[in-house]
């Protein structure tokens, strides 16, 4: 008795996620950048010309605009808020400071304040010579870095998992 041939068949690299998803990051990053620098080099001077006499306000924001600021914020809260407890039971973490800080990592990289803004920040800054980068990069980041983490802590605490929900209910 005879094995029967196995058909090799060669990969199919539209299909093959190894491929497929660092080409789609490497495509998506580089068409943004590129859309990024040439609608900045574009709008840089608009804006200065829009805002040559604005600056802000000597005393305080008028009520209307601190309300907006907190109304439009809820908006991505909710979202972080909405994915945690629908994904949140798929963290590779399961003590919920570990879930804090993860979430916070998560948040602030989406927003690009975990790792790119402070590593461009410092480029910059050594390059224009400035003497301390370091520093400039940590007190510039920190109001990003603290803001996300307390947000982390509050939704992971305090939004019940969706699978929690549901062994509460049976």
Not at 106 to 130: A, C, S, Y
Not at 136 to 165: G, H, R, S
Request: aromatic share 10%; with cysteine; glycine share 4%.
């Amino acid at each position: 008795m005879t094995k029967p041939k196995r058909k090799i068949t060669k990969p199919d690299w539209s299909r093959d996620i190894r491929f497929r998803f660092p080409l789609v990051v490497l495509i998506a990053a580089f068409v943004g950048l590129v859309a990024h620098v040439r609608l900045e080099v574009w709008a840089m001077p608009l804006i200065s010309k829009m805002t040559a006499n604005l600056g802000p306000p000597d005393e305080q924001y008028p009520n209307l605009i601190i309300f907006m600021a907190y109304a439009t914020a809820c908006i991505s809260v909710g979202l972080v808020a909405f994915l945690y407890r629908h994904l949140g039971q798929y963290m590779p973490v399961k003590k919920k400071w570990q879930r804090v800080l993860l979430l916070a990592a998560i948040v602030l990289e989406i927003k690009g304040d975990l790792i790119r803004q402070p590593v461009m920040d410092f480029i910059v800054n050594v390059t224009q010579g400035l003497e301390t980068p370091f520093q400039f990069v940590v007190v510039n980041q920190m109001d990003k870095w603290v803001a996300n983490l307390l947000l982390a802590a509050i939704i992971v605490y305090l939004c019940p998992l969706k699978k929690e929900t549901a062994k509460k209910k049976a």
